[in-house]
């Protein structure tokens, strides 16, 4: 069985995350995980908060944006909080919405070269190299960080199209799927970036990490998980409706695990109002995958 863990996500305020961090440290929950939707809460100043308010926890951050920031900068921040907080910290990167990057006027014209240009570079940096490269994307110059990370933190990528998904496998140590992918869906999107990772030379394992929806309660909690994927989608997938208790939230996830997810990751409806009490339903999950 893979790992376990939740989203804070930031429908929710700054200020809510860290009851959220505590009691997701004081129920057990293996990972939080947090996003960088524009134009909200920023992913590295809000991981280091839940690193610095837990003692436990591993943060993953499912993801920054490539265009939204240099690569030498994102570079600086993981290293930075890396360093802070060895070994806990999971840094994710993606494309990041389109139209949000063309609000910025930081769209590129082809997302899948700044991919291919941005993650070996920022590997590279992390691991202490001297970078220059003269991409269509990335420019760099003699660059290379005073304080890099003891260790390179395995980098996760986003990844949804066949040729992003493939490219994940090439670049990146782990694939990310958002939540409303089924067990189908992440079948695939293993098999895919196994692909495109053989074709990269690489035979270590890929790890693939999936959001999925979750509701704790009885039959009013289930309604308004299905009312939500119906927001999502039309015909959402029985797989997809993850409500109940921890044991048959438990059981409803095994699926995404057979599927070949590495992480399986619960994510709160957008009108969840208590979060605290919904990281403790993940951290009795997490007990009972580790009893199961």
Request: include cysteine; aromatic fraction near 6%; hydrophobic fraction near 45%.
């Amino acid at each position: 069985m893979g790992s376990i863990g939740a989203i804070f996500t930031p429908a929710s305020p700054p200020e809510a995350l860290r009851d959220a961090v505590e009691a997701a440290d004081g129920a057990g929950v293996p990972e939080l995980w947090l996003w960088e939707d524009c134009f909200r809460e920023s992913a590295f100043a809000t991981a280091a908060a839940a690193l610095a308010w837990s003692t436990r926890l591993r943060v993953g951050i499912g993801i920054t944006p490539l265009p939204l920031r240099n690569v030498a900068a994102t570079a600086m921040e993981i290293a930075t909080i890396e360093r802070l907080f060895p070994g806990r910290l999971i840094p994710g990167v993606g494309h990041g919405v389109q139209s949000w990057m063309q609000q910025v006027g930081a769209r590129a014209a082809s997302p899948l070269t700044l991919m291919r240009e941005y993650v070996p570079a920022l590997r590279a940096l992390l691991a202490g190299d001297e970078v220059t490269t003269a991409g269509r994307y990335v420019r760099m110059d003699r660059v290379r960080l005073d304080w890099p990370p003891a260790r390179v933190p395995d980098l996760i990528v986003a990844g949804e199209g066949p040729k992003t998904v493939r490219l994940t496998g090439e670049v990146g140590d782990g694939t990310v799927l958002p939540a409303g992918s089924t067990p189908d869906r992440v079948a695939r999107t293993l098999a895919g970036a196994v692909e495109g990772r053989t074709t990269a030379g690489r035979d270590d394992a890929h790890q693939l990490v999936v959001f999925v929806a979750a509701a704790f309660g009885g039959d009013a909690a289930r309604a308004r998980l299905a009312a939500e994927l119906a927001r999502w989608s039309d015909e959402a997938d029985p797989a997809l409706l993850v409500a109940g208790d921890a044991p048959a939230v438990a059981e409803a996830i095994e699926p995404f695990f057979t599927a070949g997810a590495t992480s399986v990751i619960l994510q709160p409806r957008e009108d969840e109002d208590d979060l605290p009490g919904f990281m403790r339903g993940v951290g009795e999950v997490a007990q009972a995958l580790t009893a199961g």
